[in-house]
């Protein structure tokens, strides 16, 4: 049985991401101008946070910051340990706050499966992410399915703009990334890398939205 992502997801593989570039016209009120985006975003310095998502019950979750990429073998052992890893150095990954796409990746199904609701997270969900003395709230601006056996797939997740690969980035991002262990078996795919990752990952793309001064 075929895997057929949700409709507003972005395409797998060959197709074309249907999040584009933000235009000067037509995005909701909140959507912050590139000039609002460089007053609010950090130096994108890599560094561990704490992320908060009130919505399904996630608050103050470690965040790790390591050298690497999206569910790599250094990123899954601190999966392993029941948190949440983020890569840096590859592409266009940065760390909290940053102008590039800040990535965040947890277990889903395995080693207490804190980011399992994940996947329902709406358009217009926030984010929050505490690090250095501020915290940078984002905003779920569309879902994306990443083919982990395709590395184009993998280049759109990866890059400086979600979904653009080779595009400057402009805003800030972050990618929250999680496997699709439940539908994949659902469709009768058990296929697994040497890691245990499933071949499909949903991931929630946000974009900041506000900074904020926090003690905590």
């Known amino acids: 049985m075929a895997l057929v992502p949700p409709s507003d997801a972005f395409a797998l593989g060959g197709l074309q991401p249907t999040l584009q570039a933000p235009r000067q016209a037509g995005h909701p009120a909140w959507w912050p101008s590139v000039a609002k985006t460089a007053a609010i975003a950090s130096d994108g310095t890599p560094g561990d946070a704490r ?5 399904i019950g996630i608050h103050h979750l470690r965040v790790v910051a390591y050298r690497g990429k999206t569910d790599d073998a250094p990123g899954t052992r601190i999966q392993d340990r029941g948190i949440a890893a983020s890569p840096f150095g590859s592409g266009g990954a940065v ?8 990535e965040i990746t947890a277990h889903r199904t395995a080693h207490g499966g804190v980011f399992r609701r994940t996947p329902s997270l709406p358009k217009g969900a926030h984010l929050y992410v505490d690090a250095g003395g501020w915290r940078y709230v984002y905003r779920v601006v569309s879902t ?12 759109l997740q990866r890059a400086a703009v979600p979904g653009k690969p080779g595009s400057v980035a402009r805003r800030a ?3 929250l990334s999680t496997c699709a262990t439940p539908e994949d078996h659902a469709a009768g795919n058990f296929w697994t890398d040497r890691l245990g990752n499933p071949q499909h990952r949903i991931d929630k793309i946000a974009v900041l939205v506000r900074r904020e ?3 905590g």
């Open 51 to 55: 992320l908060t998502i009130p919505r």
């Open 95 to 102: 760390g909290p706050g940053g102008v590039g796409n800040y």
């Open 144 to 155: 994306r399915w990443v083919d982990f056996r395709s590395a184009r797939s993998l280049r």
């Open 173 to 175: 991002w972050l990618t």
């Open 213 to 215: 001064p926090h003690a």
